[in-house]
């Protein structure tokens, strides 16, 4: 698996898979991006999605980032004065690459968090190994907060948490604009037959998804995930069994087409599939569907395109 699908996958196989989080929100009250008490300053109190509850008497003025949808929430906000530091995998916009990173998921660098001496710590809640990290942060007398993924409308309600959380008037962070747009594709789609679909998350072995973030994308675009329903967030897919389902779009995340040849050389009786006739194997940029951020809308207004 060359580097670049290696980040798509663990990446995917973090923020979508909610199966490793239940357990750990089972004993907790329930977990909502928007559930609080007050989320209004001074004196905000807002629980998290871990259930857990944050309180802040002033909104925060240094804040790290530990997930690259959340680097993309802080900008969208116009907050990123406040961020001091990311994750290695924060990329985009660009701009915030100069900030100095505290490494990435599973490989945190402690020592740095401390001394960067920040009063709000965002995150995304990914597997049990985040909900380990994210108690360490409390351990060490940190303010993690987190935030989880869901549907597309919940990725929507969870930018509107995280400006409560800054401090920033909601009406401010467009997702209102945002939503009318996803409304508008929804309604578009519902018009139009569904389209079986095939989403490669690797080649080798055949992998996809079965639901998750990517999943309410495609179903949101008029998709008909030919995985979904599978109880394996990532299944693999043997070649006969696709040959039978025999989508009529193949969804390849990728920076290249060039992944386009590589899969079909890799399946050549992949050219009797519906997709491969009608010339309907596709790419999308990974970051479009895989992060839950503002840059959602865009991966949709594509995925349908691609669709229809």
């Not at 991006?33 to 857990?52: K, M, Q, V």
């Not at 945002?178 to 055949?206: E, G, H, W, Y």
């Not at 990532?234 to 290249?256: G, K, W």
Request: glycine residues 6%.
């Amino acid at each position: 698996m060359n580097p670049a699908r290696t980040l798509f996958f663990l990446f995917c196989l973090g923020l979508l898979s909610s199966s490793c989080t239940e357990g750990d929100h089972k004993n907790k009250e329930e977990p909502l991006n928007s559930r609080d008490d007050s989320t209004e300053y001074p004196f905000l109190r807002i629980i998290d999605a871990y259930g857990e509850t944050l309180q802040l008497d002033t909104p925060p003025e240094r804040i790290i980032s530990m997930a690259p949808n959340i680097t993309e929430i802080i900008y969208f906000l116009q907050a990123e004065n406040r961020l001091i530091a990311r994750t290695d995998y924060c990329d985009y916009p660009p701009a915030a690459q100069n900030l100095p990173s505290i490494g990435t998921l599973g490989s945190y660098n402690y020592e740095q968090i401390i001394a960067l001496k920040p009063d709000l710590i965002l995150m995304m809640t990914f597997d049990g190994t985040s909900k380990e990290e994210y108690d360490r942060l409390k351990s060490l007398g940190l303010h993690p907060f987190a935030i989880s993924e869901g549907n597309i409308d919940q990725v929507l309600d969870g930018i509107d948490t995280v400006s409560r959380v800054l401090g920033i008037d909601i009406k401010r962070t467009k997702t209102d604009s945002l939503r009318r747009i996803v409304r508008s594709i929804q309604n578009r789609a519902a018009s139009l037959s569904p389209v079986s679909t095939f989403v490669v998350i690797d080649k080798s072995p055949l992998m996809t998804t079965s639901g998750g973030f990517i999943g309410s994308v495609i179903e949101t675009a008029g998709g008909k995930n030919i995985a979904a329903g599978d109880p394996v967030p990532y299944p693999t897919y043997s070649r006969e069994v696709l040959m039978r389902q025999d989508p009529e779009v193949i969804l390849i995340p990728s920076t290249s087409d060039s992944a386009i040849d590589e899969l079909l050389k890799l399946y050549p009786e992949w050219s009797t599939l519906r997709a491969v006739r009608n010339n309907r194997v596709r790419t999308i940029h990974h970051n479009l569907i895989s992060r839950p951020g503002p840059r959602i809308v865009e991966g949709l207004e594509r995925v349908f395109e691609l669709l229809h």
